[in-house]
């Protein structure tokens, strides 16, 4: 570690094998409990810190990576209502997470987390809606082409996705370890808790993905080809 509290073998772990903290993003939840809910408090300089800011931090993650996905259902619904039920969501988990370490630590985040999820997946359906969402072949266990079920929570490990036009599909919760999705074109695709670890997504087109976020890209592999959606970051090792 160096004086700045920075990792000074961060650049060298990927090389070396080690993905695991590379692919982590807090999703800007550091920076508010160092800054914020503890005032630039370091737990290395008061150790008895250490033990509350750890579990503020654990829910402030949380807290941010729901705002993260409200955020982005807010722009893409074409529902009034929803827009309005979204802010209003995000109006509540904001105050939470700014709040003061019992304040945060008193937020209950399952409530939160079910009425973040109905609304994100009610948004995902009128979204994919517009792709032909509900024509959509799924692919089954075999990774073969089926008939009529959708895609969401699927095993697709290692599948050979390339290539295909996959506009409106459910890929949510689906696992797509090691997945070839080379050059196909993932508009309006439900990537909510898909795994992408490995997942090849050189010159894919990501950039209408639905719920897409920074850890998911990072644990992918893609070259310059990729498009991503403007508020994410090309990793280095693309």
């Known amino acids: 570690m160096a004086d700045d509290f920075s990792c000074t073998i961060h650049q060298r772990l990927r090389?070396?094998?080690f993905r695991g903290c590379t692919v982590f993003d807090c999703f800007g939840a550091g920076q508010v409990v160092s800054q914020h809910t503890f005032a630039g408090t370091?737990?290395?300089q008061d150790p008895s810190s250490k033990s509350p800011m750890f579990a503020v931090f654990k829910v402030v993650r949380q807290l941010h990576e729901m705002?993260?996905?409200?955020d982005e259902a807010r722009q893409r619904t074409f529902d009034p209502d929803l827009v309005l039920?979204?802010?209003?969501l995000s109006e509540r988990i904001a105050a939470a997470a700014q709040g003061d370490a019992s304040t945060v630590l008193a937020t209950d985040v399952e409530t939160l987390h079910g009425e973040v999820r109905?609304?994100?997946m009610?948004?995902?359906?009128?979204?994919?809606?517009?792709?032909?969402?509900?024509?959509?072949p799924r692919l089954d266990a075999g990774r073969q082409p089926g008939a009529d079920a959708r895609l969401g929570g699927a095993d697709l490990m290692g599948a050979n996705l390339a290539n295909q036009s996959l506009c409106g599909s459910d890929l949510r919760g689906a696992y797509l370890i090691g997945a070839n999705l080379?050059?196909?074109?993932?508009?309006?695709?439900?990537l909510l808790g898909a795994d992408l670890r490995g997942a090849q997504l050189h010159g894919a087109d990501l950039s209408s993905a639905l719920?897409?976020?920074q850890p998911q890209i990072n644990a992918a592999e893609g070259d310059p080809s990729t498009l991503l959606p403007p508020r994410l970051t090309r990793p280095d090792h693309w």
């Open 67 to 70: 705002l993260w996905y409200l």
């Open 85 to 88: 039920t979204a802010e209003h």
């Open 211 to 213: 719920y897409l976020t």
């Open 122 to 136: 009610e948004v995902s359906e009128e979204l994919r809606a517009s792709y032909g969402a509900e024509d959509k």
């Open 118 to 120: 109905a609304l994100l």
């Open 182 to 190: 080379r050059k196909s074109d993932l508009t309006a695709v439900d």
């Open 15 to 17: 090389p070396r094998g």
């Open 42 to 44: 370091s737990w290395t």
